[in-house]
């Protein structure tokens, strides 16, 4: 009796307890949404070397493609060369179809960019880097290096000549002037000349030096050799400045020119 009655309690409890709730059903996950459209540029040639001769004025000219390969509408194309700095050589932008146009997807545009020298000397510069853009976050970068050939060397062409005429002295001041044929052949016959800036004070020749192999009018220079002028600054004032440009011309196009600063003193 007592049992059955023990039974009957402990089912009478387990119909009053209440089941455990099931969990809620997961949520749905959403899909990935794609990101929105955006512009994307690239370069071709991403890289590049360029080169210039001082003495002949030819240089390369190199060719770039810029391509929107992304799948908006770019902003305005600009070209910003001003990673690519250097004391030898200066660069620009020859031609241009790409400056200020919009890329739709997949549309290109051309653009041509040409090394200049800015000093008669051998040299490399880079690599380094100039950067097309296409608005905020749009940009490709292009590597580039340049050298400059020139088959006249001469020293005042990277740092001018400073010359002073003391009134002690006469008035005037001498320094030498050298010049090398850097190439593999003859250069000339080569003319001289040197031409003061306006507005300075004093006169200046062109003379024989006093040593070494001195340079003259019409000479056709050997390959590999050198020869030099005395310049010779005139001041009798002791006295303000002049800054003069030596040219070197020859029948066969070579060119190349240096610089003096000559200052007076009493």
């Known amino acids: 009796?007592?049992?059955?009655?023990?039974?009957?309690?402990?089912?009478?409890l387990a119909a009053c307890t209440p089941k455990p709730?099931?969990?809620?059903?997961?949520?749905?996950?959403?899909?990935?949404?794609?990101?929105?459209?955006?512009?994307?540029?690239?370069?071709?040639?991403?890289?590049?070397?360029?080169?210039?001769?001082?003495?002949?004025?030819?240089?390369?000219?190199?060719?770039?493609?810029?391509?929107?390969?992304?799948?908006?509408?770019?902003?305005?194309?600009?070209?910003?060369?001003?990673?690519?700095?250097?004391?030898?050589?200066?660069?620009?932008?020859?031609?241009?179809?790409?400056?200020g146009r919009t890329l739709a997807p997949s549309a290109t545009c051309f653009f041509e960019v040409e090394p200049h020298a800015l000093e008669y000397t051998t040299a490399t510069t880079g690599p380094a880097n100039f950067m097309v853009t296409a608005g905020a976050g749009v940009s490709a970068n292009v590597s580039m290096t340049g050298t400059l050939t020139s088959d006249l060397l001469v020293d005042a062409s990277s740092s001018p000549l400073f010359v002073a005429a003391s009134t002690l002295a006469g008035g005037t001041g001498t320094a030498s002037f050298n010049m090398t044929n850097d190439s593999s052949h003859p250069i000339g016959p080569l003319d001289f000349g040197v031409t003061p800036n306006s507005g300075g004070v004093g006169t200046w020749a062109l003379a024989a030096p006093s040593s070494g192999t001195a340079c003259t009018a019409r000479m056709t220079l050997a390959a590999g050799a050198s020869c030099s002028w005395a310049l010779t600054y005139t001041n009798n004032t002791g006295a303000g400045t002049s800054v003069a440009v030596v040219s070197i011309d020859g029948d066969d196009g070579s060119h190349a020119t240096g610089a003096a600063f000559g200052v007076g003193t009493p």
């Not at 059955?4 to 309690?9: H, I, Q, Y």
């Not at 929107?68 to 031609?95: C, E, Y």
């Open 21 to 99: 709730a099931s969990p809620p059903p997961p949520a749905p996950i959403a899909p990935p949404q794609p990101p929105p459209p955006s512009a994307h540029l690239s370069v071709s040639p991403a890289s590049a070397t360029l080169a210039t001769e001082a003495t002949y004025g030819t240089r390369d000219t190199g060719d770039f493609t810029v391509t929107n390969d992304g799948n908006a509408t770019s902003g305005p194309v600009a070209i910003d060369l001003s990673g690519l700095t250097g004391a030898f050589l200066g660069w620009q932008v020859s031609f241009d179809l790409c400056t």
């Open 1 to 12: 009796m007592l049992a059955s009655a023990l039974v009957l309690g402990v089912g009478v």
